[in-house]
């Protein structure tokens, strides 16, 4: 069984910066495919950003994309969100996710990550 726990969120203004971590119990972490997904109120789960067991190939997506950087340290579990640049439309909670070499999701419970202007 894999764990996920999310940390980092806070309250910012617009312009600011957050870095989010999620650490895991995973005893093959490297091998997993890791995401960040994000759920903003009254809205669906979506797609922010994901990197592969290769630290090299990371996807982003288009909102996110040159203000966000997804990086991995396989040594210590953890997989980070540097978030730049912050807007309010930011705003959501924040999930980590992971999936195993066999395609099972595992899921953080999520960090609040809220944006003023």
Same mark, same amino acid.
């Given at each position: 069984?894999?764990?996920?726990?999310?940390?980092?969120?806070?309250?910012? =203004? &617009?312009?600011?910066?957050? %870095?989010?971590?999620? #650490?895991?119990?995973?005893?093959?972490?490297?091998?997993? $495919?890791?995401?960040?997904?994000? =759920? &903003?109120?009254?809205?669906? %789960?979506?797609?922010? #950003?994901?990197?592969?067991?290769?630290?090299?190939?990371? $996807?982003?997506?288009?909102?996110?994309?040159?203000r966000f950087t997804i990086s991995r340290d396989n040594a210590n579990n953890t997989v980070y969100l540097q978030?730049?640049?912050?807007?309010?439309?930011?705003?959501?909670?924040?999930?980590?996710?992971?999936?195993?070499?066999?395609?099972?999701?595992?899921?953080?419970?999520?960090?609040?990550?809220?944006?003023?202007?």
């Amino acid at each position: 069984q894999v764990q996920l726990v999310e940390s980092g969120g806070g309250l910012v =203004q &617009a312009v600011d910066s957050l %870095r989010l971590s999620c #650490a895991s119990s995973g005893r093959t972490f490297s091998r997993y $495919y890791m995401r960040w997904f994000r =759920q &903003a109120p009254g809205k669906d %789960r979506e797609f922010v #950003a994901a990197i592969r067991w290769i630290p090299g190939n990371t $996807y982003y997506a288009d909102s996110v994309k040159g203000r966000f950087t997804i990086s991995r340290d396989n040594a210590n579990n953890t997989v980070y969100l540097q978030m730049n640049s912050l807007k309010p439309e930011d705003t959501a909670v924040y999930y980590c996710n992971a999936r195993s070499l066999g395609g099972i999701l595992y899921w953080g419970k999520g960090t609040l990550v809220t944006v003023y202007s």
